[in-house]
């Protein structure tokens, strides 16, 4: 060829500036040469776990470059952070699983956390789903360059700040785990034992110190529905119950007949779709049960019911199955305060009720849900997407929002996170 250079590429003298204003620069590099894209997740919950099964086995790994950024020491999100006690899966074990690995041996209906996180950490051994995350690398920034068209990103790993790259970034890093102390007066003056429960301090050991607590007072400030158990009409009287050794023998032998039973289950879950939708008729005769159903657990103490009985339809806020919550509330030994902490003293805690002492404050305030990331995100034309987002988050499906290029979201904005399993929302996002 004439002209042409060892490359490939031609040797004409390249076009003397000053461009033309509609130039457009050509790449000097052969059109269609092969090269790989850049995939930076950030989290290994179930999100960047799922994710990572599609890259190594379902063939999109010869095309991609692929990453994983954790910030914990090991994998799991949620089930490897959430450690307080009696801490488990409202949805049915069976359906709350990989579908890639069905799990014939759950040890019961709905699973303990700790149990889940055994599963997560079972599969990924199993299919080397941690190949490429970088345990312990908290994600501090994303800045997107306009002229690479890549996304820049500064991960922390302990203190040593590492500097990596992106064509599209992925955020797994789930809607459940922005946890913060609340930002209550005198908070840190408190003398007695202070804990979180979306890090709850191990050391506490409560049961061993009395049979039974003298006080308990729990502050709500809001009411929720406090509802029967999800797919509760699968089990005999509600409640959650362990399986016989006989049927996890037949779903391991018979996966079959296990892929039938686990069918069965999302069939009958998704059945209560409807009950979310706002002035359904579903929805109106599930408002009225729901409502009967804590009246009677509530003994229609009418004080009780007309504060802990929310006015908003069933869906607003993901209900909360919740057995011997209601029971609990009424023992002897405890009591509901209405009115908001105004302080915790160095001996307990100050509302509009007055002063009480206590020995332990437990915060199970929850998580900043606003859907804003918890490292800097910069996208196009500097754009920050904390600005972006400051009065309300917008997202394409959940997935896409402006001025982000290539960026996908896990679970984002008006995502359907109310119903059914999260598993399957979070692989139909993969897919
Ligand atoms: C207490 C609790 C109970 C729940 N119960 C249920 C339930 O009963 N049923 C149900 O369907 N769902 C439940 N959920 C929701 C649960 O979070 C989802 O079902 C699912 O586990 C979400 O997976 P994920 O991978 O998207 O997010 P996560 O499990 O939250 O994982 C996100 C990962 O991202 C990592 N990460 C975050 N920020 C960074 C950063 N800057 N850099 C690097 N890594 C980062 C985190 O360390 C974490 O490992 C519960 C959540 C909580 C917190």
Redesign the pocket.
């Known amino acids: 060829m004439n002209g042409a250079n060892s490359s490939g590429l031609s040797n004409c003298p390249k076009t003397p500036a000053p461009f033309p204003t509609n130039w457009i620069p050509v790449l000097e590099k052969l059109a269609f040469s092969p090269h790989k894209i850049d995939f930076v997740c950030?989290?290994?919950?179930?999100?960047?776990l799922t994710l990572a099964y599609r890259w190594k086995h379902e063939g999109a790994n010869e095309f991609i470059n692929r990453r994983i950024?954790?910030?914990?020491h090991d994998?799991?999100?949620?089930?490897?952070?959430?450690r307080y006690p009696g801490?488990?899966?409202?949805?049915p074990a069976h359906i709350?699983t990989f579908t890639f690995e069905p799990n014939p041996d759950w040890t019961s209906f709905y699973a303990s956390g700790r149990e889940i996180w055994q599963y997560m950490k079972r599969t990924t051994e199993k299919y080397q789903l941690d190949e490429r995350v970088r345990l312990n690398?908290?994600?501090?920034s994303a800045i997107w360059d306009d002229a690479a068209a890549r996304w820049k990103i500064r991960v922390d790993q302990g203190g040593k700040i590492i500097e990596t790259e992106a064509h599209i970034l992925i955020n797994?890093?789930?809607?459940?785990?922005k946890w913060h102390w609340p930002d209550i007066k005198g908070l840190s003056s408190f003398r007695g034992k202070l804990v979180l429960s979306?890090d709850w301090d191990e050391s506490l050991d409560w049961e061993d110190k009395r049979p039974e607590a003298s006080k308990i007072a729990t502050y709500i400030r809001s009411p929720t529905w406090i509802t029967f158990n999800f797919a509760a009409q699968l089990t005999s009287d509600g409640e959650n119950f362990e399986y016989p050794e006989n049927d996890k023998r037949l779903w391991r032998e018979n996966l079959g007949e296990h892929s039938k039973l686990r069918r069965h289950f999302e069939h009958e879950f998704n059945k209560f779709f409807p009950s979310y939708l706002a002035e359904g008729a579903q929805q109106a005769e599930m408002n009225k049960l729901f409502r009967q159903t804590m009246e009677q657990r509530l003994n229609h103490n009418a004080d009780l019911c007309a504060k802990l009985i929310p006015d908003f339809g069933i869906g607003c806020r993901r209900i909360c199955p919740g057995d011997g919550y209601l029971e609990a509330l009424q023992e002897k030994n405890v009591r509901i305060e209405f009115c908001s902490v105004e302080e915790i003293t160095p001996t307990g805690i100050r509302s509009c009720q007055g002063h009480e002492e206590f020995d332990i404050v437990v915060c199970a305030t929850g998580?900043d849900v606003s859907f804003v990331?918890?490292?800097e995100m910069i996208g196009k034309n500097g754009v920050s997407l904390r600005e972006q987002w400051k009065d309300a988050p917008y997202a394409y499906f959940g997935i896409c929002t402006p001025n982000m290029p290539n960026y996908f979201i896990?679970?984002g904005p008006n995502c359907p996170i109310a119903h059914g399993?999260?598993?399957l929302v979070?692989e139909w996002f993969t897919d």
């Open positions: 950030i989290g290994a919950g179930f999100s960047g950024s954790e910030k914990n994998v799991g999100g949620t089930w490897l952070e959430n801490n488990a899966c409202d949805v709350y690398s908290r994600v501090t797994g890093s789930g809607i459940l785990n979306a998580f990331p918890p490292w896990y679970n399993s999260l598993i979070i």
